[in-house]
């Protein structure tokens, strides 16, 4: 039986190429997640997760001591083929608690155990007294429910790592803090806006202080802002 005869590559063949590497293209993992939060007492709070070398940045700003300004930025390293940043990011999804770390300093992630709803993240260290509490160097809580939201999308961010990078190889980025909400950011995500009337540019805004949502949200919970950040919010939002 003669064989069939191959089939010539024709403008259809070349059209449905296109089309599905469009979609391998849009279908890319994302490499950063934004979330907010509204507390009764520490007011707006914000945790964040980017892709940074083969590894995660993790953001928790305004910081929960000092500077209400600063932030607590904890770069997660993937030494194990990912194995300890999808572990964390399950804690998270559960509301379970989780340590890693080596030596005398570690992390640990824990159902906070007066506060109901809230998780926290620390940093501690171990003392000379084996037998004393253990250090807490800094601490991020945050609801349970943003925890979540975190570790959720933590695992497309895993999934799209490149894991034969050299840990100590990291993309670092300037950072600025948005003038509205005292969040970091980016070179890559940072947006600029305007003053109205007296024409005075703001730099280093956040999208969701651009579009309005940060507003909304302050109005919505009641909150009291410092002047110079409730200023720019509505500046933005006669824009």
Request: net charge neutral.
């Amino acid at each position: 039986m003669a064989g069939s005869k191959p089939r010539k590559s024709g403008k259809a063949d070349k059209g449905r190429a296109s089309r599905e590497s469009r979609k391998r293209a849009g279908a890319q993992q994302p490499t950063e997640w934004f979330g907010s939060a509204v507390h009764a007492v520490a007011g707006l709070m914000h945790l964040d997760v980017r892709a940074a070398g083969n590894g995660l940045l993790l953001t928790a700003s305004p910081a929960e001591s000092g500077d209400r300004s600063a932030a607590w930025q904890l770069r997660l390293r993937n030494n194990d083929g990912g194995q300890s940043l999808r572990e964390l990011a399950a804690a998270f999804r559960a509301g379970t608690a989780y340590q890693l770390g080596a030596g005398d300093r570690y992390y640990a992630f824990f159902p906070a155990p007066h506060q109901p709803g809230i998780g926290s993240l620390v940093n501690a260290r171990f003392g000379p007294d084996p037998e004393a509490a253990p250090e807490i160097l800094c601490r991020a809580d945050r609801p349970l429910a943003l925890w979540a939201e975190a570790g959720t999308a933590m695992e497309g961010i895993i999934a799209d790592l490149d894991t034969t990078l050299p840990p100590e190889r990291w993309e670092q980025e300037e950072a600025l803090v948005c003038p509205g909400c005292l969040r970091p950011v980016y070179d890559s995500t940072q947006f600029s806006g305007m003053f109205i009337g007296a024409g005075m540019p703001i730099a280093g805004l956040c999208q969701f202080c651009v579009s309005g949502e940060t507003l909304h949200t302050v109005r919505e919970a009641g909150l009291v802002l410092p002047e110079q950040q409730r200023a720019v919010l509505e500046a933005m939002a006669g824009a």
